[in-house]
Every structure is written in C-alpha cells, then in structure tokens.
C-alpha cells in the first residue's frame, strides 16, 4: 500500500471474540476502504482467526477449552496476537459487539492500556461472563477506553484527526 501522506503510518489493532469473526472483518473492509480512498496513513493489523465451525464457536468458552487442540491453538494465538500486534499498535480497536468482552479480548484490552495505546471501542457498555445469556456488565473495564464508534466512518473519521 502505498501513501502520498508526509505523516507517519499508524498502525490499528483489532481485537475481538472469534463469534464475531464476520462482522469485524466486514468492519476493517470497510475501514480499508475509507484509508485507501483519503490515502490516509494507517495500517490494520487483524487477529489471526483460525476457520472453526460456527457451532463450535457458539460455545462458551469454557465449553472450547475441553478441546485440546482449540485449547493449544489458542495459547498461540492469544499471545501472539497479545504480545506481537498489540504491542507494535498506536491504536487499539475492541470489536465488543453487544458490548461482550471475552478473556482474551480483555486481556488485549488491558495490554493496550498498559502499553498507553489509544483504545476505542464498537461499544459503550462492556460485558463480560458467559455469551449470551450470562452477560453482566463490567463498569471497571469501561475507563479504558477513549472513545465508542459505531461505524468504520465514524471511527476513520476520529483517527485522521489525531
């Protein structure tokens, strides 16, 4: 990709639960859209979701991690997309539609912060325990975030101005 800009690239982070695999992606399509149309200066980096059944990951998480395979993929995963994107972002993005927000998806949350990245979310509201129906709102999470944007345009249009 290539940019006409003189600032420097920043590059965005996408951090979400596997069930909502589809609507990130859709979201960062748009999103890519929109940088390369303002030959905006940005760089998406996405989690590296593995294939899985949509039955399988309707599961709760506790229900995944009795298979071993899932179970070891998954320590990969997370920590890679943990320690290596989170890490080199200037920009986190938690994809918390319903406002849910898994163990993962929480820890990549915290790491962001520590790690003093700008962090917006799809959602005000964050909610954490077992999907769906076991949902409680976690008000201590929430002072972590910047700020909330629905929309890929909405939230392209808050980071071209930082």
């Known amino acids: 990709m290539f940019f006409l800009s003189k600032e420097p690239v920043k590059k965005i982070v996408f951090c979400s639960s ?5 609507e990130m992606l859709q979201f960062i399509k748009e999103l890519r859209a929109l940088i390369q149309e303002n030959k905006a200066p940005f760089i998406i980096l996405e989690p590296d979701f593995d294939e899985l059944p949509e039955e399988f990951l309707s599961l709760s998480e506790q229900e995944r991690l009795k298979d071993d395979n ?11 997309h943990l320690f290596g994107r989170v890490k080199k ?21 915290f790491a962001a912060a520590v790690l003093d990245k700008k962090v917006y979310a799809l959602e005000e509201k964050v909610m954490m325990g077992k999907y769906p129906n076991e949902l409680y709102e976690e008000p201590f999470v929430s002072f972590l975030i910047h700020g909330v944007t629905a929309t890929p345009k909405e939230f392209f249009a808050k980071i071209i101005k930082e």
């Open 89 to 109: 972002a200037d920009i986190a993005f938690i994809f918390n539609k319903n406002g849910y927000l898994g163990i993962n998806t929480s820890g990549e949350l």
């Open 70 to 80: 899932y179970r070891k993929q998954l320590i990969w995963d997370a920590s890679n």
């Open 18 to 22: 596997q069930r909502f695999r589809k």
